[in-house]
């Protein structure tokens, strides 16, 4: 019996355009709350993580 095997890719392509099960998106906070409108602590998504947060409607933070 043979078990699933999973593959993880780094691409180089708008994540938004992917045809894929899962991604994973980096976060990281602001401790000083500097980001507009962000509390102090707040989770921020990490670069390049734009077209995926616009593709939820801006629910991801």
Same mark, same amino acid.
């Given at each position: 019996m043979t078990s699933?095997?999973?593959?993880?890719?780094? /691409?180089?392509?708008?994540p938004a355009e992917l045809a894929v099960d899962a991604i /994973?998106? &980096?976060v990281h906070s602001q401790p000083t709350g500097q980001?507009? &409108?962000?509390?102090? &602590?707040?989770?921020?998504l990490a670069s390049g993580a734009e077209s995926i947060?616009?593709?939820?409607d801006g629910k991801l933070t």
């Amino acid at each position: 019996m043979t078990s699933p095997r999973t593959t993880l890719s780094l /691409v180089d392509t708008d994540p938004a355009e992917l045809a894929v099960d899962a991604i /994973v998106i &980096g976060v990281h906070s602001q401790p000083t709350g500097q980001e507009a &409108g962000s509390p102090a &602590g707040a989770l921020l998504l990490a670069s390049g993580a734009e077209s995926i947060a616009a593709a939820f409607d801006g629910k991801l933070t």
